[in-house]
């Protein structure tokens, strides 16, 4: 019956894909990816021979409706991504959207997700958390951006790539300031897993003693803003202060 399963894949170390997401990619008649070269190499490590489909960021809400059509006419497909969850940063969302409209049952396949994964050895709380995903790519825009979060009491939980790792932790260290924690942890699973936790500016120095440091996948995790953190200075006050600091030689 139709049926469209979200299905979640390794986020690095393929010992992290779940039986029922090998179960579930060997019987669904298609198998819809966000980069089919790369998700082949996978099928294949699983030895699992599916018929693929392209469905990226940019041509999804077109594709998007193909697949419905597919689905009505009765098919199970199965949707993954390039690493982890679909939809987390990924592609799906319209896809998602289109099956709840047209009654098309959606089922889940959880398992690996960076965001969660990175959370949950971060030493920082756990109860309530945002995830942000990838902050802007502009400098202006992302201060902008992290100004709006300078309050928000909960742990704050980033994606990052290589190309722009220093460039947002120094965005990251002038509104917050060098009072708060970080976590930054990379490459989880994988053979060179990392994760440390220290003040934003100690963190820039670390990555900037190896440039082999910087190269691979982060999840950034900020602690939430408490009112004692700095001995109860206004917020604003504090960003003042931040922004006076960078100007100082
Ligand atoms: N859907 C994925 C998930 O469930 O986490 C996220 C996809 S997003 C396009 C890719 C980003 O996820 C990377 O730039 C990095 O920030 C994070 N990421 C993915 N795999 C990771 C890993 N093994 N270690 C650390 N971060 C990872």
Redesign the pocket.
């Known amino acids: 019956p139709a049926t469209l399963y979200i299905v979640?894949t390794p986020?690095?170390n393929l010992g992290d894909i779940t039986l029922r997401a090998i179960d579930t990619l060997k019987h669904v008649d298609l198998v819809a990816a966000e980069d089919t070269r790369h998700s082949g190499l996978l099928l294949q490590h699983l030895g699992i021979q599916a018929k693929l489909y392209p469905l990226h960021d940019h041509n999804e809400q077109q594709k998007a409706q193909q697949l419905i059509d597919r689905l009505k006419s009765g098919i199970s497909i199965a949707l993954i991504?390039?690493?982890?969850?679909?939809?987390?940063?990924?592609p799906g969302y319209h896809l998602v959207k289109a099956c709840h409209e047209q009654s098309i049952r959606v089922v889940p396949i959880p398992g690996?997700?960076?965001?969660i994964?990175?959370l949950c050895v971060s030493g920082l709380p756990t109860d309530r958390f945002c995830y942000e995903g990838?902050l802007p790519a502009k400098s202006k825009a992302r201060i902008d951006y992290l100004n709006q979060l300078m309050e928000e009491t909960r742990t704050l939980v980033?994606?990052?790539?290589t190309h722009r790792i220093i460039d947002s932790l120094q965005d990251m260290l002038q509104v917050f300031g060098t009072q708060r924690s970080l976590v930054l942890?990379?490459?989880?699973?994988?053979s060179w897993?990392t994760v440390i936790q220290k003040p934003i500016d100690q963190v820039i120095n670390w990555l900037q003693e190896d440039d082999n440091r910087q190269k691979?996948?982060?999840?950034l995790i900020v602690e939430g803003y408490h009112k004692n953190t700095a001995d109860d200075i206004d917020p604003n006050a504090i960003k003042l202060l931040n922004r006076l600091q960078q100007e100082l030689p």
Do not use: H, Q, R
Not at 84 to 90: M, S
Not at 185 to 190: D, M, N, Q, R
């Open positions: 979640a986020i690095g991504s390039d690493a982890g969850t679909p939809l987390i940063n990924d690996a997700c960076a965001a994964t990175a990838f980033f994606y990052e790539s942890a990379k490459e989880l699973t994988k897993e691979g996948e982060f999840v």
